[in-house]
């Protein structure tokens, strides 16, 4: 099976999608306040006191250990747009306080307020526009964290992807606090395998887990060790907040009182202060910040599409589609419009006090497939919404052999639309915009309408079309409205959690070889070398591409399934609960593992017993099992490499296992039946078979 036919585009794929991964990442996430924790992901430390019960308004410096001496001050090069904390790379650590800005007017009581000059700027020197970013009242609740040392840290006895509990022990060497509840957070750290040079070689803490929203989090490192053997030491600037020594910069000094609160937290926790190598703190953001809009506009939009959508035209009907006997039916739909312009660059179009507004009913292209045996055999069969692979396109997808065949055999009729901002025809903008990065952020504003086109479709499809001829044989309809499902491949799963969620026409879904986190997936997928060589030119230090992966988080909160998925089972915002099969290739070159991993604990799914993977953190269960489930199969991918680089070799797991028959009797199954079974004997092994 060949690679999804985004690839045949590399060139211009590679210079636009990383790209828009880099610059959109200054944007932020959000979410209404979670209370509780993810279950097995957190460890509390003894005796936590309160934040709000110490006080942060320590006056000047502490004199303890001085004997009353005045000290001279550590002379600090800080410069006013860095953090500062850590004089080796102006924005680190990442994420961080420095670039919240207080505002009463917020959820958190923040804002991010990002200084242009500390964010990376491309070969031209131009730097990202923060503005859009103002609106955010805190960092994500899926960020990734970041630092430099002197040299890469000795990972060799710390937290990793294979040992993630050891983050939960109190005497662990990197801890991720929780601090309104006082606990540990699940995590797990390493080096950038990419580093250019050891002494940029970031270093990466990984949470293994969601961060609640609208929360208050501590980084602490102590007693680190080089690669070398040497112990490391702490900056400049940390030294002085941890020794109570002054310095000569007022930007720290203003600070100073923050720390000395979060020194005095961790000594009630058990953490010794003189023990500690590097803190921090960060914030992340309110549930509303991120979410409130995406709600506004699909609230709005369904009470315009009304029961039945506002209207269906069919434009071509193409017979026995590559001697299938399939019929492909191609028109449009009206649909819901918010953005500032039908095609990119646009943004969301916003009244007067900042909220979406609608601007029109816009015609959008569709694509049906009506297989050869509901034509031979008229009957009501289920509808099902497909989302497409990376930067692909509907009609070609829908008229692929292999998707063509299996609605065949299903007897399903399959509907997509073109995944809007990350589509084939979207590759224009995203190439030409490499000048302009401050346009990037328009990636996800387009994602957004994106959810509207697709909730639409399903509707009007169900609705409107359904008693149209091309959807009829014998004058029967070919669509049952009671059985709309959805099924994601690659980026329409990575995406599709998000669409799930907001549909309230699609009950049941299944998320194929996905996964979130688009920031902390990339780096391991094959593709990555062939798109940072276009990246490259740009910017041609990996710490600043590093750098911009972290950022590049922000954006895709606002539409992948990581800021969603955790609410399906339950239901989000009157609509819901949901059920889905989250379905992966075992040691996916194009997906990884450690995404798909993230995005079953994210949502609190079990794993079935015939799952090749185990993921850690999430409870076994036997099949049959009623319910949402994640399984792994495998198609005899090799193993991928460890650390954030890419697979050399794809055996095809990632294309093959979505068309895999028995896959798909699984599926179908608990489509019908809201039951997850296995159709293989012992462990999925589809080599085996």
Not at 93 to 117: A, C, Q, V
Request: net charge neutral; glycine share 8%; charged share 25%.
């Amino acid at each position: 099976m060949k690679r999804d036919r985004l690839f045949r585009w590399k060139p211009l794929v590679a210079l636009a999608l990383f790209l828009g991964f880099s610059f959109q990442a200054v944007v932020a996430c959000s979410g209404p306040e979670q209370t509780g924790s993810d279950a097995g992901s957190e460890s509390p430390l003894p005796d936590a006191q309160s934040l709000d019960d110490l006080t942060a308004g320590h006056d000047g410096l502490l004199r303890e250990g001085t004997g009353g001496v005045e000290v001279e001050p550590i002379k600090i090069s800080d410069k006013a747009e860095c953090e500062n904390l850590n004089p080796r790379y102006c924005p680190l650590p990442w994420p961080s306080m420095r670039y919240l800005t207080k505002n009463e007017k917020t959820e958190t009581g923040f804002h991010i307020d990002y200084d242009p000059k500390a964010l990376v700027r491309n070969a031209d020197g131009e730097y990202l526009d923060p503005t859009p970013y103002k609106r955010l009242d805190g960092f994500s609740t899926n960020t990734q964290v970041a630092t430099l040392f002197a040299e890469p840290v000795d990972v060799s006895e710390l937290a990793g992807v294979d040992s993630i509990d050891r983050s939960l022990k109190k005497e662990s060497n990197t801890l991720l606090v929780d601090l309104e509840k006082g606990e540990l957070v699940a995590h797990w750290v390493e080096n950038d395998a990419r580093a250019d040079s050891p002494k940029e070689t970031l270093f990466f803490l990984r949470p293994s887990v969601r961060l609640m929203h609208n929360r208050r989090y501590a980084v602490v490192l102590r007693n680190l060790k080089g690669k070398s053997g040497a112990t490391l030491e702490p900056t400049d600037a940390f030294r002085a907040f941890r020794d109570n020594l002054p310095t000569n910069s007022p930007q720290l000094e203003a600070r100073r009182a923050s720390f000395e609160a979060l020194f005095t937290k961790l000594a009630s926790m058990g953490v010794e202060r003189k023990s500690i190598l590097s803190a921090w703190q960060f914030h992340t953001s309110s549930f509303n910040s991120n979410h409130a809009d995406m709600f506004a506009m699909r609230d709005d939009a369904v009470k315009r599409l009304g029961a039945e959508g506002i209207g269906c035209k069919v434009d071509k009907v193409e017979e026995d589609v590559k001697k299938t006997g399939a019929r492909v039916v191609v028109g449009t739909i009206k649909v819901p419009f918010y953005m500032t312009a039908d095609k990119m660059p646009a943004e969301i179009a916003r009244d007067k006090d900042g909220k979406p507004s609608w601007q029109k009913d816009r015609d959008v292209k569709f694509t049906a497939v009506v297989p050869k045996s509901l034509l031979d055999n008229p009957t009501a069969s289920p509808l099902i919404t497909l989302g497409h692979g990376l930067f692909g396109e509907a009609e070609g997808t829908l008229k692929n052999e292999a998707i063509i065949k299996a609605a065949d055999a299903f007897k399903v009729i399959w509907v997509g639309v073109d995944w809007d901002g990350m589509s084939r025809k979207d590759l224009t903008f995203l190439a030409t915009a490499l000048g302009n990065p401050s346009k990037f952020y328009m990636v996800g504003e387009m994602l957004r309408q994106a959810m509207i086109n697709q909730i639409a479709l399903t509707r009007t499809v169900l609705g409107k079309c359904r008693g149209m001829k091309e959807f009829k044989k014998d004058d029967k309809e070919l669509i049952d409205p009671k059985q709309a499902f959805f099924i994601g491949v690659s980026q329409g799963a990575i995406l599709g959690g998000t669409l799930l969620s907001l549909s309230p026409d699609i009950k049941r879904g299944a998320l194929l070889v996905g996964g979130t986190h688009f920031s902390f997936m990339i780096e391991r997928s094959i593709h990555f070398n062939d798109f940072e060589l276009f990246l490259i030119p740009s910017f041609p230090k990996r710490i600043d591409r590093g750098a911009l992966m972290a950022l590049s988080q922000h954006v895709w909160d606002r539409a992948e399934s990581g800021n969603y998925i955790p609410h399906l089972t339950k239901g989000l915002n009157g609509y819901g609960p949901k059920e889905f099969l989250y379905i992966i290739a075992e040691n996916d070159a194009q997906v990884p593992n450690l995404s798909s991993d993230l995005g079953a604990r994210l949502a609190g799914i079990p794993v079935l017993d015939q799952s090749v993977r185990k993921p850690w953190g999430i409870k076994e269960v036997k099949a049959p099992y009623k319910g949402s489930a994640y399984i792994s199969y495998h198609w005899g991918d090799p193993d991928n490499p460890v650390g954030n680089v890419s697979p050399k070799k794809d055996n095809g797991g990632h294309w093959n296992i979505p068309i895999n028959q028995m896959v798909g009797e699984s599926i179908l199954h608990f489509f019908q039946t809201g039951e997850a079974i296995v159709k293989c004997k012992g462990p999925c092994d589809l080599k085996k078979q």
